[in-house]
């Protein structure tokens, strides 16, 4: 069974750096078979992708975030990571990862819980 | 990139077939066949409950349906239960830089 587990801070205070990880079980990053996302939610509203890696490093990442946003993998301990930088309380949401169908589709088909994370002083 | 039209809201009686309606344009509903939904309960992560239009995962009920027509995908719950009231999402691929949309969500309430 996949399992993706996020964690990391919940609280953020504004223009500093949200950094978050994803641990999978059940899976293996470097199998290549997959994409590994990161999707956020803003409370009370719809889903926002932010970005995926590829276990090789590839990256691509929304244009609207782009300017602050890193993701990276660590192969070894079957992770991978998200860096959301110059915070404000618009970047106040649930953050999930997801993992991501390849291959002439594209859909999420295992989610992690969520992490709330709030951008406050 | 705009986010996917759904309704707000949806609602129906137990038992009753209800449609939830994603709306596009030919630069990603209508122009590719990777339209999926989601299921989305208080406090949970969404579940894929359909991709690639019409295709089901594993373990999904069959209650569950997708379709597309033009711009417009559909998502249909037949045989409504209690237990199908949740938001629900719709996603697609797009051909603008953003890749993936999402839907702005329905709330499906069973009466």
């Known amino acids: 069974q996949v399992q993706l587990q996020e964690s990391g801070p919940g609280l953020v205070k504004p223009s500093q750096t949200l950094s978050l990880t994803c641990t999978v079980s059940?899976?293996?990053?470097?199998?290549?078979?997959?994409?590994w996302n990161w999707i956020r939610q803003h409370p009370g509203k719809g889903l926002e992708w932010i970005a995926y890696?590829?276990?090789?490093?590839?990256?691509y990442y929304n244009p609207s975030l782009k300017s602050r946003v890193s993701i990276s993998v660590d192969t070894s301990k079957n992770q991978f990571s998200l860096k959301l930088s110059s915070v404000t309380a618009a970047d106040t949401a649930v953050y999930y990862c997801?993992?991501?169908?390849?291959?002439?589709?594209?859909?999420?088909?295992?989610w992690g819980q969520g992490t709330l994370v709030t951008v406050s002083s | 990139q705009s986010a996917l039209t759904q309704p707000a809201s949806v609602s129906g009686s137990p038992g009753q077939s209800i449609t939830i309606s994603c709306t596009g344009t030919?630069?990603?509903?209508?122009?590719?066949?990777?339209v999926s939904w989601y299921q989305q309960h208080p406090g949970k992560a969404p579940k894929v409950m359909i991709y690639?239009?019409?295709n089901r995962p594993s373990g999904v009920s069959n209650r569950f349906s997708g379709s597309k027509s033009g711009n417009t995908a559909s998502l249909t719950i037949s045989g409504l239960q209690a237990e199908d009231e949740a938001d629900y999402y719709c996603?697609?691929?797009?051909?603008?830089?953003?890749?993936?949309?999402f839907g702005t969500g329905t709330k499906v309430t069973v009466l």
């Open positions: 997801a993992r991501g169908a390849r291959g002439y589709t594209y859909y999420f088909d295992y």
């Open positions: 059940g899976d293996s990053i470097s199998s290549g078979d997959y994409y």
């Open positions: 890696i590829y276990y090789s490093g590839n990256t």
């Open positions: 030919s630069s990603d509903v209508g122009g590719y066949n990777y």
């Open positions: 690639d239009v019409s």
């Open positions: 996603s697609s691929y797009t051909s603008s830089s953003t890749l993936y949309v």
